[in-house]
Protein backbone atom coordinates (compact mmCIF):
# COMPACT_ATOMS: atom_id res chain seq x y z
CA UNK A 1 0.00 0.00 0.00
CA UNK A 2 1.14 3.36 -0.79
CA UNK A 3 2.18 5.89 1.74
CA UNK A 4 -0.78 8.11 0.10
CA UNK A 5 -3.12 5.48 0.91
CA UNK A 6 -2.16 4.88 4.84
CA UNK A 7 -2.35 8.69 5.11
CA UNK A 8 -6.06 8.58 3.74
CA UNK A 9 -7.16 6.13 4.90
CA UNK A 10 -5.99 6.98 8.57
CA UNK A 11 -7.29 10.69 8.04
CA UNK A 12 -10.51 9.55 6.96
CA UNK A 13 -10.93 6.81 9.48
CA UNK A 14 -9.80 8.97 12.53
CA UNK A 15 -12.04 11.96 11.49
CA UNK A 16 -15.23 10.09 11.65
CA UNK A 17 -14.66 8.47 15.40
CA UNK A 18 -15.34 11.99 16.56
CA UNK A 19 -18.52 11.39 15.53
CA UNK A 20 -18.70 7.62 16.49
CA UNK A 21 -17.35 8.45 20.03
CA UNK A 22 -20.49 10.79 20.65
CA UNK A 23 -22.80 7.95 20.28
CA UNK A 24 -20.51 5.59 23.07
CA UNK A 25 -21.27 8.84 25.80
CA UNK A 26 -24.13 8.05 28.20
CA UNK A 27 -24.75 5.24 30.19
CA UNK A 28 -20.95 3.60 29.97
CA UNK A 29 -18.17 5.53 31.81
CA UNK A 30 -15.77 7.02 29.14
CA UNK A 31 -12.77 4.80 30.77
CA UNK A 32 -14.91 1.97 30.93
CA UNK A 33 -15.97 2.55 26.84
CA UNK A 34 -11.98 2.94 26.16
CA UNK A 35 -11.41 -0.44 27.83
CA UNK A 36 -13.79 -2.01 26.04
CA UNK A 37 -12.74 -0.22 23.10
CA UNK A 38 -9.16 -1.91 23.06
CA UNK A 39 -9.96 -5.01 24.54
CA UNK A 40 -11.70 -5.90 21.83
CA UNK A 41 -9.10 -4.75 19.52
CA UNK A 42 -6.53 -6.43 20.95
CA UNK A 43 -8.58 -9.73 20.79
CA UNK A 44 -8.84 -9.35 17.11
CA UNK A 45 -5.41 -8.91 16.68
CA UNK A 46 -4.03 -11.56 18.66
CA UNK A 47 -6.72 -13.94 17.34
CA UNK A 48 -5.93 -13.05 13.93
CA UNK A 49 -2.42 -13.40 14.32
CA UNK A 50 -3.34 -16.96 16.11
CA UNK A 51 -4.62 -17.53 12.71
CA UNK A 52 -1.87 -16.50 10.38
CA UNK A 53 0.70 -18.28 12.81
CA UNK A 54 2.34 -15.25 13.16
CA UNK A 55 4.98 -14.71 15.78
CA UNK A 56 2.84 -13.70 19.13
CA UNK A 57 6.81 -14.64 21.58
CA UNK A 58 8.49 -11.72 22.58
CA UNK A 59 11.23 -10.88 25.35
CA UNK A 60 10.53 -9.61 28.42
CA UNK A 61 12.24 -6.17 27.51
CA UNK A 62 10.59 -6.12 24.57
CA UNK A 63 7.32 -6.85 26.64
CA UNK A 64 7.89 -3.61 28.76
CA UNK A 65 8.19 -1.48 25.67
CA UNK A 66 5.01 -2.53 24.45
CA UNK A 67 3.45 -1.86 28.04
CA UNK A 68 4.70 1.62 27.56
CA UNK A 69 3.54 1.87 23.94
CA UNK A 70 0.04 0.91 25.20
CA UNK A 71 0.20 2.75 28.21
CA UNK A 72 0.69 6.05 26.49
CA UNK A 73 -1.26 5.63 23.47
CA UNK A 74 -3.99 3.54 24.24
CA UNK A 75 -4.95 4.44 27.26
CA UNK A 76 -3.80 7.58 29.26
CA UNK A 77 -4.08 9.69 26.07
CA UNK A 78 -7.57 8.56 25.74
CA UNK A 79 -8.62 8.81 29.28
CA UNK A 80 -7.17 12.47 29.06
CA UNK A 81 -8.81 13.83 26.01
CA UNK A 82 -12.38 11.92 27.56
CA UNK A 83 -11.85 13.65 30.50
CA UNK A 84 -11.03 16.98 29.10
CA UNK A 85 -14.12 16.87 26.94
CA UNK A 86 -16.32 17.58 30.31
CA UNK A 87 -14.97 20.63 31.04
CA UNK A 88 -14.20 21.97 28.01
CA UNK A 89 -15.59 22.18 24.09
CA UNK A 90 -14.49 19.07 21.48
CA UNK A 91 -13.22 21.78 19.45
CA UNK A 92 -10.34 23.12 21.74
CA UNK A 93 -10.03 19.71 22.26
CA UNK A 94 -8.85 19.22 18.80
CA UNK A 95 -6.97 22.17 18.91
CA UNK A 96 -4.72 21.22 21.73
CA UNK A 97 -4.50 17.91 19.94
CA UNK A 98 -2.91 19.35 16.52
CA UNK A 99 0.10 19.77 18.58
CA UNK A 100 0.87 16.24 18.65
CA UNK A 101 2.34 17.09 14.86
CA UNK A 102 4.89 19.11 16.86
CA UNK A 103 5.42 17.17 19.48
CA UNK A 104 6.82 14.30 17.36
CA UNK A 105 9.13 16.53 15.24
CA UNK A 106 10.46 17.47 18.54
CA UNK A 107 10.51 14.29 20.13
CA UNK A 108 11.92 12.21 17.07
CA UNK A 109 14.55 15.15 16.88
CA UNK A 110 15.35 14.85 21.39
CA UNK A 111 15.51 10.83 21.04
CA UNK A 112 16.04 9.72 17.87
CA UNK A 113 18.07 12.80 16.53
CA UNK A 114 16.21 13.04 13.48
CA UNK A 115 16.65 16.58 12.25
CA UNK A 116 13.34 17.55 10.11
CA UNK A 117 12.87 19.79 7.03
CA UNK A 118 12.25 23.33 7.36
CA UNK A 119 9.41 23.15 5.01
CA UNK A 120 7.77 20.34 7.41
CA UNK A 121 8.02 22.84 10.64
CA UNK A 122 6.54 25.27 8.32
CA UNK A 123 3.85 22.76 7.28
CA UNK A 124 2.91 21.89 10.76
CA UNK A 125 2.90 25.98 11.94
CA UNK A 126 0.11 26.32 8.82
CA UNK A 127 -1.53 23.04 10.15
CA UNK A 128 -1.99 24.31 13.82
CA UNK A 129 -2.96 27.67 12.35
CA UNK A 130 -5.95 26.48 10.65
CA UNK A 131 -7.01 24.26 13.19
CA UNK A 132 -7.24 27.43 15.54
CA UNK A 133 -9.11 29.04 12.98
CA UNK A 134 -11.53 26.12 12.35
CA UNK A 135 -12.33 26.68 16.12
CA UNK A 136 -11.61 30.31 16.47
CA UNK A 137 -15.17 31.44 17.50
CA UNK A 138 -14.77 28.28 20.42
CA UNK A 139 -11.67 30.17 21.02
CA UNK A 140 -12.69 33.44 21.37
CA UNK A 141 -15.23 32.11 24.02
CA UNK A 142 -12.62 30.63 26.21
CA UNK A 143 -13.08 31.65 29.98
CA UNK A 144 -10.36 31.46 32.30
CA UNK A 145 -12.36 29.77 34.96
CA UNK A 146 -10.66 26.69 37.11
CA UNK A 147 -12.33 24.24 34.70
CA UNK A 148 -11.41 25.53 31.97
CA UNK A 149 -7.63 25.07 33.07
CA UNK A 150 -8.19 21.79 34.47
CA UNK A 151 -9.64 21.04 30.83
CA UNK A 152 -6.81 22.23 29.04
CA UNK A 153 -4.34 20.62 31.67
CA UNK A 154 -5.68 17.00 30.94
CA UNK A 155 -5.78 17.69 26.96
CA UNK A 156 -2.72 19.01 26.95
CA UNK A 157 -1.13 15.87 29.27
CA UNK A 158 -2.76 13.93 26.84
CA UNK A 159 -0.99 15.16 23.71
CA UNK A 160 1.89 14.67 25.42
CA UNK A 161 0.90 11.12 26.42
CA UNK A 162 0.12 10.16 22.46
CA UNK A 163 3.43 12.17 21.34
CA UNK A 164 5.79 10.07 24.23
CA UNK A 165 3.43 6.73 23.08
CA UNK A 166 4.49 7.33 19.44
CA UNK A 167 8.44 7.83 20.64
CA UNK A 168 7.89 4.17 21.92
CA UNK A 169 6.43 2.64 19.08
CA UNK A 170 9.02 4.55 16.87
CA UNK A 171 11.77 2.82 18.63
CA UNK A 172 9.85 -0.74 19.11
CA UNK A 173 10.13 0.03 14.93
CA UNK A 174 13.45 0.28 14.84
CA UNK A 175 13.96 -2.63 16.82
CA UNK A 176 12.27 -4.27 13.85
CA UNK A 177 8.98 -5.71 15.54
CA UNK A 178 5.65 -6.40 13.70
CA UNK A 179 3.47 -3.91 13.61
CA UNK A 180 0.33 -6.20 13.78
CA UNK A 181 1.38 -8.06 16.83
CA UNK A 182 2.87 -5.82 18.85
CA UNK A 183 0.15 -3.59 18.22
CA UNK A 184 -2.22 -6.36 19.72
CA UNK A 185 -0.41 -6.96 22.93
CA UNK A 186 0.35 -2.65 23.16
CA UNK A 187 -3.70 -3.09 22.97
CA UNK A 188 -3.99 -5.22 25.57
CA UNK A 189 -2.20 -3.68 27.71
CA UNK A 190 -3.44 -0.14 27.32
CA UNK A 191 -6.97 -1.68 28.08
CA UNK A 192 -5.30 -3.34 31.46
CA UNK A 193 -4.34 -0.62 32.32
CA UNK A 194 -7.56 1.74 31.51
CA UNK A 195 -9.18 -0.53 33.13
CA UNK A 196 -7.42 -0.57 36.60
CA UNK A 197 -7.79 3.33 36.20
CA UNK A 198 -11.55 3.04 35.24
CA UNK A 199 -11.62 1.15 38.67
CA UNK A 200 -9.25 3.97 40.86
CA UNK A 201 -11.69 6.14 39.19
CA UNK A 202 -14.70 4.91 41.00
CA UNK A 203 -15.93 3.95 37.55
CA UNK A 204 -18.77 1.10 37.16
CA UNK A 205 -17.80 -1.78 34.37
CA UNK A 206 -21.09 -1.40 32.82
CA UNK A 207 -22.20 -2.79 29.22
CA UNK A 208 -25.04 -0.94 27.02
CA UNK A 209 -26.15 -3.37 24.65
CA UNK A 210 -28.06 -1.06 22.44
CA UNK A 211 -28.11 -0.97 18.95
CA UNK A 212 -26.51 2.52 18.78
CA UNK A 213 -23.44 1.61 21.56
CA UNK A 214 -22.59 -1.86 20.68
CA UNK A 215 -22.43 -0.56 16.35
CA UNK A 216 -20.24 2.34 17.36
CA UNK A 217 -18.56 0.06 19.62
CA UNK A 218 -17.81 -2.51 16.71
CA UNK A 219 -16.71 0.75 14.62
CA UNK A 220 -14.48 1.96 16.78
CA UNK A 221 -12.42 -0.96 18.18
CA UNK A 222 -11.82 -2.79 14.21
CA UNK A 223 -11.55 0.85 12.30
CA UNK A 224 -10.93 3.12 14.33
CA UNK A 225 -8.25 0.93 16.34
CA UNK A 226 -7.33 -2.04 14.20
CA UNK A 227 -7.13 -0.27 10.76
CA UNK A 228 -6.52 3.02 11.81
CA UNK A 229 -3.90 2.25 13.91
CA UNK A 230 -2.25 -0.69 11.78
CA UNK A 231 -1.93 2.46 8.67
CA UNK A 232 -1.16 5.11 10.89
CA UNK A 233 1.75 3.17 12.29
CA UNK A 234 3.28 1.46 9.26
CA UNK A 235 3.41 5.07 7.84
CA UNK A 236 5.03 6.31 10.95
CA UNK A 237 7.48 3.73 10.16
CA UNK A 238 7.88 4.49 6.55
CA UNK A 239 8.10 8.53 6.59
CA UNK A 240 8.86 8.96 10.47
CA UNK A 241 6.66 10.18 13.25
CA UNK A 242 6.80 14.26 12.39
CA UNK A 243 5.08 13.57 9.04
CA UNK A 244 2.50 11.11 10.35
CA UNK A 245 1.83 13.09 13.08
CA UNK A 246 0.40 15.40 10.88
CA UNK A 247 -2.63 13.74 10.18
CA UNK A 248 -3.87 14.68 13.61
CA UNK A 249 -4.05 18.32 11.78
CA UNK A 250 -5.93 17.13 9.17
CA UNK A 251 -8.30 14.75 10.81
CA UNK A 252 -10.48 17.64 12.49
CA UNK A 253 -10.77 19.09 8.73
CA UNK A 254 -12.18 15.42 8.02
CA UNK A 255 -14.83 15.46 11.26
CA UNK A 256 -16.41 18.82 10.14
CA UNK A 257 -17.16 17.51 7.15
CA UNK A 258 -18.93 14.73 8.63
CA UNK A 259 -20.65 16.82 10.96
CA UNK A 260 -21.49 19.11 7.93
CA UNK A 261 -23.61 15.89 6.68
CA UNK A 262 -25.06 14.58 9.84
CA UNK A 263 -25.47 17.40 12.42
CA UNK A 264 -26.01 19.93 9.59
CA UNK A 265 -23.57 22.26 10.49
CA UNK A 266 -23.25 25.51 8.92
CA UNK A 267 -19.90 26.95 7.04
CA UNK A 268 -18.46 29.76 7.54
CA UNK A 269 -15.82 32.46 6.40
CA UNK A 270 -13.53 30.83 9.62
CA UNK A 271 -14.39 27.05 8.53
CA UNK A 272 -13.08 27.84 4.82
CA UNK A 273 -9.88 29.60 5.30
CA UNK A 274 -9.01 27.00 8.34
CA UNK A 275 -9.45 24.22 6.12
CA UNK A 276 -7.93 26.29 3.14
CA UNK A 277 -4.47 25.98 5.63
CA UNK A 278 -4.73 22.67 6.54
CA UNK A 279 -4.58 21.71 3.16
CA UNK A 280 -1.75 23.91 2.60
CA UNK A 281 -0.23 22.52 5.27
CA UNK A 282 -0.65 19.03 4.10
CA UNK A 283 1.42 19.49 0.93
CA UNK A 284 4.34 21.14 2.26
CA UNK A 285 4.34 18.31 4.91
CA UNK A 286 3.73 15.30 2.78
CA UNK A 287 6.11 16.19 -0.23
CA UNK A 288 8.84 14.20 -0.82
CA UNK A 289 12.53 15.32 -0.70
CA UNK A 290 13.86 16.15 -4.04
Not at 194 to 222: K, P
Request: aromatic share 12%; glycine share 10%; with cysteine.
Amino acid sequence: MSDLFLYVVTVLIWGSTWFAITLQLGTVPPAVSVAWRFLAAAAILIGYSLLRGLPLRFSRREHLWMALQGLLLFCLNYVGFYVSEQYLASGLVAVICSLLTAGNIIGMRVFFGVRTRPLNLLGALLGITGVAVLFWPELQALSTGGKTTLGMAWAFGATICASLGNMAAARNQRRHLPVLQVNGWSMLYGALCTCAIAALMGQRFTFEWSWRYVSTLAYLAVFGSVLAFGAYLTLMKRIGAGRAGYAMVAIPAVALLISTVLENLQWTANLWAGVALCLAGNVLVLRREA
